[in-house]
Structures are given as structure tokens and as C-alpha cells.
């Protein structure tokens, strides 16, 4: 078998990802000029998403945490057909599902869960049953999510974060690290301490 994975995006999270997967990351995809013809950990930035060679045995995998860069990253790339990769989690519940291009590493999600497209939830998250995350999220890492949450598009949830259960975290919110989250956060909020309080 021979590298196929192709990661967009070329910063922390990127050289995360690429760590954790090895020998399968071919390169890195970056839309900043200043890093074409660039390595990064010892792998060659391949292009940018409207001009990185697409072919059948390339998958692409979005691995920056901005959820506005992710959904344009992965635009450039499907409007000229590429193929999108996700990374299964640790523990899927029944009937659970996760959209494309989705790392899920080491995450334990409950039955009856459902993550969109683009999105990435780091190590040691707990997705309660009958929960929901959108399209171009960002979970960080020991966060849990409640059962029956509703998490929706282009959320970032910072590190060891606590969701409540039924709590509706609106479009674009931002949930800082460590809070405890016990109502809903309305769209573009940004929420910190414990209880949670709007700041932003």
C-alpha cells in the first residue's frame, strides 16, 4: 500500500494528524503562497487546493481547527472532485453516523449520535447518546458532550470543555476551555468559566 492521504492545512494540527497516521500522509495542502514548495515535518507542501494534483488514489482530510479555513479548504477541493478521507473513532454506538472527511480520534461516541462533514474531535471526547455536531466543528480534547446535545455548524469547543445534556450550543459559538456549559449558547457566542457566562 502506498501514501494516499493528503492533509489540508500545514500547521499544529496538521503535524498532529500526521503523526498519528504515519507512513500514509503523503503531503500537505496549504492556500498561503509563502508555504508553496515548503516541507513540513519532512513531507512537501503538494499545492494548494485549486491546483494540488488530484488523482483516484488521493484522499483528502481537513486538519486545521478554523472552521471558516476548513470549509474553504475542502470547497476548493470538491469543486474540482477531489475525494474526502474521515478517520473512524474509537467506540461508534449503534445507528451512529459521521459525515466525510471527519477525524475522530479516539472519541467514544454513544448510539444514535450523528457528526457532519469537516469535522475534527480530538482524543478522550465522550459524545453522549442522541447527540448531534455539525459541519465544520472543532472538539478539542477530554471535552464531553452530553446526551441529546445539539451542537451545530462551525462550533469550536476548547479542551475538557462540559456540555450539559440538552443543551443547544448555536451556529458559530466558541466554548472556552474547562467550561461548563448548563444552558443554550446562543449563535456566534463565545462562552467561558463554570457556570458558563457569555464574554463575547
Not at 7 to 26: F, I, K, P, T
Request: proline share 5%; hydrophobic share 40%.
Amino acid at each position: 500500500m502506498t501514501p494516499r492521504i493528503c492533509l489540508l492545512g500545514a500547521g499544529g494540527l496538521a503535524r498532529e494528524l500526521q503523526a498519528w497516521l504515519g507512513w500514509r500522509v503523503v503531503g500537505f495542502v496549504d492556500s498561503r503562497e509563502a508555504m508553496q514548495g515548503q516541507t513540513v515535518a519532512g513531507l512537501p507542501i503538494l499545492g494548494t487546493p485549486d491546483n494540488v494534483a488530484l488523482d483516484e488514489e488521493r484522499e483528502f482530510l481537513c486538519a486545521v481547527g478554523s472552521p471558516q479555513l476548513k470549509r474553504r479548504l475542502a470547497a476548493g477541493i470538491l469543486a474540482r472532485g477531489g475525494r474526502m478521507l474521515s478517520l473512524p473513532p474509537r467506540m461508534l454506538g449503534g445507528r451512529s453516523e459521521f459525515g466525510r472527511s471527519c477525524a475522530l480520534d479516539g472519541v467514544r461516541i454513544s448510539p444514535d449520535c450523528r457528526v457532519g462533514d469537516h469535522v475534527h474531535i480530538a482524543a478522550d471526547v465522550v459524545m453522549g447518546h442522541d447527540s448531534s455536531i455539525g459541519d465544520y466543528c472543532h472538539i478539542g480534547e477530554g471535552v464531553f458532550i452530553g446526551g441529546e446535545c445539539v451542537i451545530q455548524d462551525d462550533v469550536v469547543i476548547h479542551p475538557r470543555a462540559c456540555i450539559g445534556r440538552g443543551v443547544v450550543v448555536g451556529r458559530g459559538a466558541e466554548i472556552g476551555m474547562g467550561a461548563i456549559v448548563i444552558r443554550d449558547v446562543p449563535a456566534e457566542a463565545v462562552m467561558l468559566g463554570n457556570p458558563a457566562r457569555r464574554v463575547g
